[in-house]
Nanobody, 115 residues
Framework: QVQLVESGGGLVQPGGSLRLSCAAS????????MGWYRQAPGKQRELVAS???????NYADSVKGRFTISRDNAKSTMYLQMNSLKPEDTAVYYC?????????WGQGTQVTVSS
């Protein structure tokens, strides 16, 4: 079973930047489309960025132009560079597959954007 470990979150002021990492165990990571999800308090989890196994990317309108998703298949790791952060980006961020069946969810990493 693949295990996912997210890291890199923290407290940042509006306009700041953070880089999230998602480390996956298992070689299957390199052949599946992966995504970054977020869940804000009281809201449903949403997909904000995805990347195919060969690097094709897609973004939610709310983060387009500010977030950049990337992956290093040799390291079984995915990244999310977040720039120009806004208070509404505050959420717990998770990584997982884009298509079912999903891997077991990790613990996520908290991102808080506040002055």
């Amino acid at each position: 079973q693949v295990q996912l470990v997210e890291s890199g979150g923290g407290l940042v002021q509006p306009g700041g930047s953070l880089r999230l990492s998602c480390a996956a165990s298992g070689s299957i990571f390199s052949i599946v489309a992966m995504g970054w999800y977020r869940q804000a308090p009281g809201k449903q989890r949403e997909l904000v960025a995805s990347i195919g196994n060969i690097g094709t990317t897609n973004y939610a309108d709310s983060v387009k132009g500010r977030f950049t998703i990337s992956r290093d298949n040799a390291k079984s790791t995915m990244y999310l560079q977040m720039n120009s952060l806004k208070p509404e980006d505050t959420a717990v961020y998770y990584c997982n597959k884009v298509y079912n069946p999903m891997f077991d969810w990790g613990q996520g990493t908290q991102v808080t954007v506040s002055s």
